[in-house]
């Protein structure tokens, strides 16, 4: 996405008061959502994840940036149960959930999208909706023998999946293959198809990777919407320019390790999170001014959106 691109809608209402006590990383939360202790993963003795602690915020859109190789979608995989972690422990909403597999994960109200879209290709738009609703009658082999025991559930579903559709411009695809959509197509497929099972959070990775910047207004609208009807939304995102101006507040990642959380500009402005963004380009002056390092830091980031 292009750092020139900005949501249509005016500026989103930020949440605040969302920390109890000093900012730092692992800083408490008022009414945190997901609580993570200790989480550590490994791959062949590179440590990928190191989180001693982390919160995320109830009912506020929270970004998780940092550098290519941070660590950001392995925790994501991690808080999900797509990946299992050598130690480490985590509650959503009350409820411990290492251990727990994804697709149980999913049915408790934490659901998530992926960097590379996963729709089933050679099913329907509206099809690949419906399977995305939880508690589905016809699932069940024996009832299945019996539609008159579903099928009003069945009709409900596509109801609910037309609507969806519709609310993300999708509808006039709805017969059509997955495969036929475009990549931001498929980005708004995911999205939509998340919001069938009803959930609680949604972790969007890397929203905008890959989006034409046609339907980038779109999604962004569709992200804060998620927040309007109740939900809290956890992402990972590259794109500085989104992050500033949708995110409530931010979690910085960087060589597996939380470095540094708060609001988008004071973020933006911490020496942990310049260092972790400057360390890795042996071209920029380390040796600099905080004052120059921030405005290398922006600098490099807008960069990275245009590219």
């Given amino acids: 996405m292009s750092s020139e691109a900005k949501p249509t809608r005016g500026a989103p209402v930020k949440s605040t008061n969302l920390h109890i006590g ?32 982390v919160e995320v915020p109830r009912n506020a859109i929270t970004a998780l940036i ?25 509650v959503f909403d009350g409820t411990a959930l290492a ?9 408790m109200g934490q659901v998530r999208t992926f ?13 690949n909706m419906k399977l995305g609703a939880k508690g589905q009658k016809g699932e069940n082999m024996f009832r299945a023998l019996l539609p008159w025991t579903w099928r009003a559930q069945e009709e409900q579903i596509e109801a609910k ?20 959509l475009s990549g931001g197509q498929r980005k708004l ?60 507040w931010v979690i910085v990642m960087a060589e597996g390790k939380i470095v540094a959380e708060g609001p988008p500009e004071a973020v933006m402005a911490n020496p ?3 260092d972790a963004y400057l360390g890795s380009h042996h071209d920029q002056d380390l040796g600099a001014t905080e004052e120059e390092n921030v405005v290398a830091m922006k600098e490099l980031l807008d960069a990275d959106d245009e590219s």
Avoid at 115 to 127: G, R
Avoid at 167 to 172: E, Y
């Fill in 189 to 248: 497929l995911e999205m939509a198809r998340a919001l069938m099972s009803d959930p609680q959070l949604v972790m969007l990775d890397e929203p905008m990777a890959g989006v034409n910047p046609a339907l980038t207004q779109s999604l962004l609208d569709h992200i804060l919407d998620l927040k309007t009807q109740g939900m809290t939304v956890l992402f990972v995102e590259h794109d500085m320019q989104m992050v500033r101006h949708i995110a409530d």
């Fill in 66 to 90: 940092g550098p290519n190789g941070a660590g950001k979608t392995t925790l994501f995989n991690l808080l999900t149960g797509f990946d299992k972690p050598d130690t480490g422990s985590w």
């Fill in 99 to 107: 251990g727990i597999p994804s697709f149980k994960v999913s049915r």
């Fill in 161 to 180: 999946a037309i609507e969806l559709l519709s609310r993300f411009k999708l509808d006039t695809k709805a017969e059509d293959y997955a495969a036929s």
């Fill in 115 to 127: 960097q590379l879209t996963k729709a089933l290709n050679l099913l329907s738009v509206l099809d």
């Fill in 22 to 53: 000093e900012i730092k990383p692992g800083v408490a939360k008022v009414d945190p959502i997901i609580v993570a202790d200790n989480v550590t993963r490994t791959f062949g003795g590179l440590t990928a994840v190191d989180v001693e602690h």
């Fill in 272 to 274: 942990a999170v310049i």
